[in-house]
């Protein structure tokens, strides 16, 4: 299997991630969670990522806790799409597990530093400040990390929570830039495919049809999510931002993307955190990722269905 350290927000469509990875252990080895802040404080995503390791049985999987604020501002949080605990929606206890106690951004240095070169993947589902904070700190994993896959940016879709703006890229600009200018292989899903990957009422009634605790949260999460999105925006079902990144490491086939140069804009007030993309190759920068726009929807939701059956 392949070996991966999710960095993550949760977040519903973070914890929906988390559970298609720990549901498919013959192809992925999640050696570690990392939460970071971004759609709710460090707290809660610590939180989170606790209960979601409960619910699929996994109290052996490490969570840490990262950093608290973005690198340079100060930290924006999403409760209005996920509500006030990130969470929101079922009716969830406190997790029991405990915390680890390193720092996340130690265990992300130290695992990269103990494994062999190129044998781990970054997920990073939320803003890059654990990432760009353990590259800036130790620059001597750069070329040990097998590839970064993670859910960020947008092109035709433009913004989500500025109309230049998506949310995992704009809350800290200055990480993404790092990231993205790291030399690092890249794999971005920006929203230009994760609103391709709408959970509609019939998705979620699978998943609720699955009879099982897991099954029954998803559809939950994705409810409150579904929601928010129909009011807001009008859209068809739930955008599953963040398991098209781990969708992708399972069936790499499902998405179509293109191999350009993705620049972030760091100074700009009006287009703070724009992923500025060629994609239609205009310049001679180099391509620095694989930015992915197009994915089979259907087949994504058999796999996710399949794999959440299992937990
Ligand atoms: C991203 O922001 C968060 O709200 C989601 O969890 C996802 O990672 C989408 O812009
Ligand atoms: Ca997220």
Redesign the pocket.
């Known amino acids: 299997p392949r070996k991966i350290i999710i960095d993550t927000?949760?977040?519903?469509?973070?914890a929906v991630a988390i559970l298609l990875a720990l549901g498919s252990p013959e192809d992925i080895e999640v050696l570690g969670i990392t939460a970071v802040a971004?759609?709710v404080p460090l707290a809660l995503t610590q939180r989170n990522a606790r209960i979601v390791c409960e619910l699929a049985g996994r109290r052996d999987i490490p969570v840490f806790a990262g950093c608290d604020r973005p690198m340079q501002r100060p930290l924006v949080t999403?409760e209005h799409?996920?509500g006030k605990t990130g969470l929101d929606g079922p009716q969830l206890a406190d997790p029991t597990m405990p915390l680890q106690d390193m720092h996340a951004v130690d265990f992300i240095i130290d695992t990269l530093r103990r494994e062999p070169p190129n044998t781990v993947t970054l997920c990073p589902?939320?803003p890059l400040t654990n990432i760009a904070t353990a590259l800036q700190r130790a620059p001597d994993i750069i070329p040990r990390i097998q590839e970064i896959v993670l859910?960020?940016g947008a092109y035709f879709e433009v913004g989500?929570?500025t109309p230049a703006a998506?949310?995992?890229i704009y809350v800290d600009p200055q990480a993404a830039d790092m990231v993205f200018k790291s030399g690092i292989p890249l794999v971005v899903m920006p929203?230009d495919v994760?609103h391709k990957a709408l959970a509609t009422a019939p998705r979620i009634e699978a998943f609720r049809a699955l009879g099982t605790e897991p099954g029954r949260m998803v559809a939950e999460w994705t409810d409150f999510f579904e929601r928010f999105d129909k009011q807001k925006y009008g859209s068809a079902g739930a955008?599953l931002?963040?398991p098209c990144v781990i969708a992708y490491l399972l069936r790499p086939a499902l998405f179509e993307g293109r191999h350009i140069n993705v620049e972030i804009e760091t100074t700009s007030e009006l287009t703070l955190g724009m992923t500025v993309a060629d994609w239609w190759r205009v310049t001679k920068r180099p391509a620095n990722a694989l930015f992915i726009g197009a994915l089979d929807a259907g087949a994504f939701f058999d796999l996710l269905t399949e794999r959440i059956a299992r937990l």
Do not use: K, S
């Not at 927000?9 to 973070?14: E, I, S, V």
């Open positions: 927000d949760p977040g519903q469509d973070d971004g759609n999403a799409v996920h589902l939320g859910m960020g989500n929570i998506e949310f995992n929203l994760t955008p931002h963040d």
